[in-house]
């Protein structure tokens, strides 16, 4: 589905993603964790072609749509034009700017269809922002920074809903996260990413168990110590 190989990308001379490989399957939700500036938002970016790499490759097999890390959303556009901007590049198909199929995903998004988004909370905006990449179509989600302000109940509705379109329509969702036991427990698999380069990778159960993860990323305790 996604197959990202060696890649370099550059902010001038400064190095921001050194040869990063990761592979995302068909149907499957991946985590990417890692420190601030590692490079997370920067692989998105470039993943979406917001960037352009120095080198490597990436393969998508199908589409691929962002959430991008802080929403940004249009504040004084209403609910329902911000998520039609999503579906800007898909303007022949019929009904593709229609945003009632994302109510059908997302049905709290209905009733503040002709809200201006800036007047929603952070994690109605976080719906929309997830809505919007949806009108896309894609067949793989990469999200930056799910839970990034989110109070926890509001964060277990979105991640509900992430598992349903995974379930219901075998989207893909790469998961960017902080916070590394949210990214665990909703994908079966995670890379770490570190000063631009996959450091550690593997079944997030792995992963919990490492000390080295435990320490950076589970506030110090290894999932069973946690539990
Ligand atoms: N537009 C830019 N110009 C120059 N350097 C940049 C730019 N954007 C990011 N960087 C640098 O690239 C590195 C990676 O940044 P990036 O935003 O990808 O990290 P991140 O892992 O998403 O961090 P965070 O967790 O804080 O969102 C950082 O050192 C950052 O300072
Ligand atoms: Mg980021």
């Known amino acids: 589905m ?22 995302v399957g068909e149907g499957e939700m991946v985590a990417l964790v890692g ?28 589409r691929l749509a962002q959430v991008p890390e802080g929403r940004q959303l249009f504040p004084d556009l209403s609910v329902a ?31 503040m269809a002709k809200q201006p988004a800036g007047t929603l909370s952070g994690g109605q905006q976080q719906m929309v922002a997830v809505g919007r990449a949806l009108m896309a179509d894609p067949d793989i989600l990469a999200v930056d920074e799910l839970s990034l302000g989110l109070a926890p109940l509001v964060v277990a509705d979105l991640v509900r809903h992430l598992r349903e379109l995974n379930a219901s329509r075998g989207t893909a969702v790469l998961l960017i996260e902080q916070n590394a036991r949210l990214a665990f427990d909703l994908c079966e698999r995670a890379y770490v990413l570190e000063s631009g380069t996959i450091t550690m990778s593997g079944s997030s159960a792995e992963l919990s168990r490492s000390d080295a993860v435990a320490r950076a990323y589970l506030g110090g305790l290894t999932d069973s110590e946690a539990s």
Request: aromatic content about 4%.
């Open 2 to 23: 996604l197959e990202v190989t060696d890649l370099v990308v550059r902010y001038g001379n400064a190095t921001a993603l050194d040869g990063v490989s990761l592979q």
């Open 35 to 62: 420190p601030n500036g590692a490079g997370k938002s920067t692989l998105v970016n470039t993943l979406s072609g917001i960037l352009r790499p120095v080198s490597g490759s990436i393969e998508v097999d199908g």
């Open 81 to 111: 034009d911000n998520l039609r901007l999503g579906a800007w590049r898909s303007r022949r198909r019929a009904g593709a700017r229609d945003p009632r199929r994302i109510y059908e995903i997302l049905p709290d998004l209905e009733r």
